[in-house]
């Protein structure tokens, strides 16, 4: 089950990445910040069912690091798109939020 959620993990950071270089994404005609929220939330779950041994810190940052990596790459001029950094905390709080539901549950879990 481990190896269905790595690659699903992996799929996921690679389409995330993918659409947020792109210079002329879809339009969702969706607020922003919660298409930053959404895919981050998605992300930051499958990366604790990927990688549950790797702790919770370490998942945190390496997930706002590439978060920040994302609005780096978009402050290159030739994809015309705009880093903000009120993205990368949407990102942020959205793995702070996702990991604290998560290590509840997994608390609820180990108890029953």
């Known amino acids: 089950m481990s190896l269905?959620?790595?690659?699903?993990?992996?799929?996921a950071a690679l389409?995330?990445?993918?659409?947020?270089?792109?210079?002329?994404p879809?339009?969702?005609?969706?607020?922003d910040k919660l298409q930053h929220m959404s895919a981050f939330f998605v992300l930051t779950a499958l990366g604790r069912a990927a990688?549950?041994?790797?702790?919770?810190?370490?998942?945190?940052?390496?997930?706002?690091?590439?978060?920040?990596l994302i609005e780096l790459?978009?402050?290159?001029p030739e994809i015309h798109r705009d880093s903000q950094l009120s993205d990368w905390l949407a990102d942020d709080a959205a793995i702070a939020a996702t990991l604290a539901v998560v290590l509840l549950l997994e608390r609820i879990r180990r108890r029953t």
């Open 4 to 11: 269905l959620f790595r690659i699903a993990f992996w799929v």
């Open 15 to 24: 389409f995330a990445f993918v659409m947020a270089v792109l210079p002329h």
């Open 26 to 31: 879809p339009e969702l005609h969706v607020w």
């Open 51 to 68: 990688y549950p041994r790797l702790g919770w810190t370490k998942l945190l940052l390496a997930l706002a690091a590439f978060g920040g």
């Open 73 to 76: 790459a978009q402050m290159v």
